[in-house]
């Protein structure tokens, strides 16, 4: 039995350290088995029963009341930002950027809480709430939490996949006021969209408890600006009936839903367009991205980012208030919103049922987007964002948010990177700016009562630019990657044609079908000599690079295992020179498609270097493979595998199946034993062989 080294990466150095010594003294073969048994150490093997009794031995050994305490601190990080708060430092940084981050949640909130299906207020409220839990709970200081056009539209579209139980109260009752009617829909949708809160928290919080926050690397940047292209797209669309001043079509549902939008919509525009609300509209689009090009430009100069958002909803607000747009020319406002903070009330759960599904897709999608810029601003800033914390933080932000009438929240792009260049210092910049919010929740609602909803949307449509001109990506990655591209357009195209979640779904599956491609089929390569050097590389790319008449030097770049055994066998034969195919029933060529007579390689060497790990299959192959080649007089050797690899030959008794000493420390070495053994035509003598 050879005896296994206890770590990877100390094997793998100490087999460099022992290659430079040997090629500086004597160019001797060594044989891998004969290299361990002399150089390695013995791994002891633990049962799994004395693995776990040592685990909770170390565990209880280390728990105490410090150290539980520790603990739980380490999950409230505002408590070590409190602790080491610098005030002439970051005071004055930290009060300046949280009042101009406030500035923006105000119009944005409103306008992204329209967009939801919901009241204005509620925009508010989940740019209260969800910021102050984060604050104490999130550890990435740059991450603006609040509301964001993605999830409000998912928002809306599952309180419009519910279906409403206060229809039937309504239809049973002879006559019901239309305030009445409305004010009843309106609560029964807060209900909806704070359960879907409160699911999305939940589904963060588990997965948080287990540990997974490592699933959201499998969520890939192609997947994600396809989708958010994509989306952005339907946030563009249900801004169009407000700006052109008509009623948004209804009754639009399945595929091909955003074309029968389109269609209708443009019915309604040609009759019933309200000229004044357009003018509104285009005024507040061309002011706003004007003022944003200015910002971009001269930000250096400018340190204060000018609030021109603000700035519009308050003189939109004041020609509305003293023109009487509404009541003249049917101008769309935004009329009574609630004043005050909302009493805590726990969110209903009748139609849970109904909220799973979306739930779990705005889950995914919130810990996409915010979990990625965490880790963007964590690498320019040099400072750590934990995935399980941010987990945390997020759950508790949306369970407990769930209960005070918000709906689910997540990371803004365009708020996070003004509250990063607004000199934002540490967490407590969420906390200067709920003091601005609540403010203006408490006491300043009441004037946006003839604020234009034609400026809401032009807010929204006007913070869409960022991710309407992803469009130009699917060009960025049609040159760099074909498969990329494809996952690119796959996830664009369903998000475009069908619904939000369908196209999430197909994303995907589509970047799992990819990743699986990849896998199935990677490069498998032939190896030549580059010179005298002990340096061997793709023939095809390095013509210089020397082959023997009678070794076949082999590379195969990515891990066996039973996806790509099928593939690996084909084309591991088809690179030596043997074509494994059914013979025909009626022969029409005189020679044996499996004859051997003309092979011309005695020796395959298969460079192991790139395999992270093998399965029983991949093992179970390598073993068919030795055993056919040996039949028809072709030694098969084995070179460079890894700790990992060599531990799953050993458990399957590989070297009993085959050979005990066919593996070899380096693909030279492994050139030169059988360079040798040809030579002489004597069995090779290893070194180290006795111990």
């Avoid at 004859?595 to 390598?622: A, H, Q, R, W």
């Amino acid at each position: 039995m050879s005896l296994i080294i206890n770590n990877d990466d100390e094997d793998e150095f100490v087999e460099k350290q022992i290659l430079n010594q040997l090629s500086q003294e004597n160019y001797a073969p060594v044989r891998l088995r004969s290299f361990i048994n002399h150089y390695g150490t013995v791994r002891p093997r633990i049962s799994t029963i004395n693995r776990l009794r040592n685990h909770f031995n170390k565990f209880f050994n280390t728990l105490n009341c410090l150290y539980i305490i520790n603990v739980l601190f380490d999950r409230i990080p505002i408590i070590r930002c409190l602790k080491e708060y610098n005030l002439r430092k970051n005071l004055f940084a930290d009060i300046m950027s949280g009042m101009t981050v406030a500035i923006m949640h105000i119009p944005q909130g409103m306008a992204y809480g329209m967009l939801t299906t919901l009241p204005p207020i509620h925009g508010l409220y989940v740019s209260f709430f969800p910021v102050l839990l984060y604050m104490i709970f999130g550890t990435c200081p740059h991450l603006s939490i609040g509301t964001i056009a993605v999830i409000s539209l998912m928002t809306a579209q599952a309180i419009s996949g519910t279906p409403l139980q206060s229809f039937n109260i309504i239809n049973n009752q002879s006559y019901v006021a239309s305030n009445i009617y409305d004010e009843i829909v309106i609560n029964e949708k807060v209900g909806i969209a704070t359960t879907l809160a409160f699911l999305v928290g939940l589904i963060q919080l588990i997965l948080s408890f287990l540990r997974l926050g490592f699933l959201t690397v499998y969520l890939t940047e192609p997947f994600i600006s396809g989708f958010t292209t994509g989306v952005a797209i339907h946030v563009f669309s249900a801004q169009l009936p407000f700006i052109f001043g008509i009623k948004s079509p209804r009754g639009i549902q399945g595929a091909f839903k955003l074309p029968r939008f389109y269609f209708k919509l443009i019915g309604s525009i040609i009759q019933n367009i309200n000229w004044i609300s357009t003018v509104i509209a285009f005024t507040s689009i061309i002011v706003l991205f004007t003022a944003k090009q200015l910002n971009d430009r001269y930000k250096s100069i400018i340190r204060v980012v000018i609030p021109s958002e603000l700035i519009l909803i308050i003189i939109g607000t004041l020609i509305s208030h003293f023109t009487q747009i509404h009541t003249f020319h049917g101008v769309s406002v935004v009329g009574p919103i609630k004043q005050g903070l909302p009493s805590p009330t726990p969110p209903p759960l009748q139609q849970i049922s109904y909220l799973i599904m979306p739930a779990a897709t705005i889950a995914m999608v919130s810990l996409c987007i915010s979990i990625s810029m965490g880790k963007m601003f964590s690498r320019k800033h040099n400072y750590k964002v934990s995935s399980n914390q941010e987990l945390l933080a997020y759950g508790i932000s949306n369970v407990v948010s769930s209960f005070f009438q918000c709906y689910p929240s997540s990371g803004a792009l365009t708020r996070s990177i003004v509250q990063e260049g607004s000199g934002c210092k540490t967490q407590l910049v969420g906390g200067f700016s709920c003091i601005v919010l609540g403010i203006v929740i408490v006491a300043l609602t009441p004037l946006f009562y003839s604020l234009p909803m034609g400026c809401l949307a032009a807010i929204v449509i006007v913070n869409m630019k960022g991710l309407l001109f992803q469009i130009k990506d699917f060009f960025f990655y049609y040159r760099i990657s074909f498969l990329e591209c494809i996952l690119w357009i796959v996830t664009f195209m369903t998000v475009i044609l069908f619904e939000v979640d369908i196209g999430l779904y197909a994303g995907l599956c589509t970047s799992f079908l990819i990743n699986t491609i990849r896998t199935q089929k990677p490069h498998f390569v032939v190896l030549g000599q580059i010179d005298d050097t002990e340096i061997y590389k793709n023939a095809k790319l390095f013509p210089v690079a020397h082959q023997y008449d009678n070794i076949k030097i082999l590379r195969f770049d990515e891990s066996l295992y039973a996806c790509n055994s099928p593939f690996f066998k084909r084309k591991f034969y088809e690179l030596i020179g043997i074509q494994l195919r059914q013979e025909p029933l009626i022969s029409y060529k005189k020679q044996n498609l499996n004859k051997i007579e003309n092979i011309k390689y005695n020796y395959v060497i298969l460079d192991c270097s790139p395999f992270n790990f093998i399965d029983t299959v991949g093992v179970k192959l390598l073993i068919e493979i030795y055993n056919d080649l040996k039949k028809r007089n072709i030694q098969l050797y084995l070179s460079e595998c890894r700790y990992g690899v060599r531990r799953t030959l050993e458990l399957m008794n590989f070297y009993e199946k085959t050979a005990p000493n066919i593996i070899y420390i380096t693909t030279h070495y492994a050139v030169m034993s059988i360079r040798t053994e040809s030579d002489t035509n004597l069995p090779k003598v290893t070194i180290a062989t006795q111990v």
